[in-house]
């Protein structure tokens, strides 16, 4: 309202014709408009004879009380001004006084007066100072939680949980972090004990009927190098019924390998962020060896560890849900020897930290497959017996199997089907041919 009130006033004195006593005119003006007395005081030091008419008197005070008008106000009389001049009909614009305003004789030091800005009571005071916060190590160090810090919090990853309970371990605990990783890793493998349960049921009676799966595996083979597609089709639904009657279901089965991989990815993930967001303390968390878990294992003992002890539960099929003698031969192959050496190659270029935590999932493996052979631990959890029959002379040896199977295929007669395809075409290529011209 004061910018306002100031302006009219303004105004008036241009549109009235040259001031003669601009302080009676001002006081004038005031108690005829009911003028605050601030602004009054205002208009009176703020240099109102700014507009006055070029060679008149001036009675703007040099007195410091002319800071109390704002820059904001100053510029607010300023543009109303210039807005009344210009927007004046021609006859009043004629005869209105040449002002300041219209040959700039005012500078922009007496518009913002910065010479005495910092002794105005309009300003806003400074902001204070940002308290000094702590580093990363020094929270770290008072067992605070720096996962938030580090970006290692999502509230839909399984793996940030799991971080959270391997943090835990080793703050609340007081452990080094690869006894956190060992103790993290067998905390869940033993919260998830119901899969390699159920993984030991579904092996125990596929044992049951070995004898009769192995015989729907040979059909089908045999139905395959004929190329005899309708009989195999015919085979894998007598399979079906087969196993849906014995309650042999292989949906379990895969149940069981994307329960094992998905328990695999959070904590390898959860792990594997951990190193390269450089946490405190894993590089000094090590043991023996590998005293830091964020490098490799310069002497590949880690490596070697998990690809051995990834054969044998291999083996077993404590992970899978069928031991390898149920298993084609060509996988069987492939899970006994080709697996293990992908994962020392792997294992080989990760972390520590990471080795550390597959060497003990592995053993953990191995554990519960010893103690699933004990007939009182079966016998509490419901588990049926496994069948032996005995070994077949072939499934001995892998390669020798999968070599066999080969040579098979390569001495095999052509099926009807593989004839007739070839029939057809030398058909296409005859006709496309050139003709004969007998000499």
Request: aromatic share 8%; with cysteine.
């Amino acid at each position: 309202m004061g910018v306002l009130e100031i302006s009219r006033f303004a105004i008036m004195q241009i549109q009235e014709g040259p001031p003669v006593c601009p302080m009676g005119r001002i006081g004038k003006y005031a108690d005829s408009h009911h003028v605050r007395p601030e602004v009054r005081e205002n208009a009176t030091v703020a240099g109102i004879s700014e507009i006055l008419p070029s060679g008149e008197e001036s009675y703007s005070s040099p007195n410091p009380l002319a800071t109390m008008l704002s820059v904001h106000a100053r510029l607010g009389v300023r543009r109303y001004l210039v807005n009344a001049s210009s927007s004046a009909p021609l006859a009043k614009r004629a005869l209105l006084p040449k002002t300041v305003f219209q040959y700039r004789a005012i500078s922009s030091q007496q518009i913002f007066n910065l010479q005495d800005l910092a002794n105005a009571k309009d300003l806003p005071s400074l902001p204070a100072a940002p308290e000094p916060t702590l580093s990363i190590d020094e929270l770290a160090a008072a067992g605070e939680s720096v996962l938030g810090e580090l970006g290692l919090l999502s509230w839909w990853k399984p793996s940030s949980y799991f971080r959270i309970g391997l943090e835990a371990v080793h703050v609340h605990l007081d452990v080094p972090w690869w006894a956190s990783i060992v103790m993290a890793t067998v905390a869940l493998r033993l919260l998830l004990i119901h899969v390699p349960i159920m993984s030991q049921k579904l092996q125990a009676k596929q044992s049951m009927y070995k004898k009769e799966i192995s015989e729907f595996r040979d059909r089908i083979d045999d139905a395959r190098r004929e190329g005899n597609n309708l009989l195999v089709q015919q085979v894998f639904l007598e399979q079906r019924d087969f196993m849906k009657s014995k309650d042999i279901r292989l949906g379990r089965q895969f149940f069981i390998l994307l329960a094992n991989g998905g328990v695999f990815a959070t904590q390898f993930f959860a792990i594997k962020k951990m190193v390269e967001a450089s946490y405190p303390g894993l590089s000094t968390g090590g043991a023996l060896w590998f005293q830091d878990l964020t490098l490799a294992d310069p002497y590949y003992a880690l490596p070697l560890i998990s690809a051995a002890t990834m054969a044998i539960v291999t083996r077993v099929g404590i992970e899978v849900g069928t031991s390898t003698d149920q298993m084609p031969p060509t996988m069987r192959l492939g899970m006994l020897y080709g697996l293990p050496v992908i994962i020392f190659v792997v294992s080989s270029q990760f972390s520590s930290a990471l080795c550390v935590y597959w060497c003990t999932s592995n053993l953990m493996s191995l554990i519960y497959a010893g103690a699933f052979k004990n007939e009182a631990i079966r016998k509490l959890f419901s588990i049926p017996p496994v069948v032996k029959h005995p070994v077949v002379a072939q499934q001995k040896n892998a390669f020798a199997e999968v070599m066999d199977k080969w040579r098979q295929s390569k001495s095999a007669q052509p099926s009807l089907s593989k004839i007739k395809e070839q029939d057809a075409q030398r058909f296409k290529k005859a006709g496309r041919g050139k003709p004969v011209v007998k000499s």
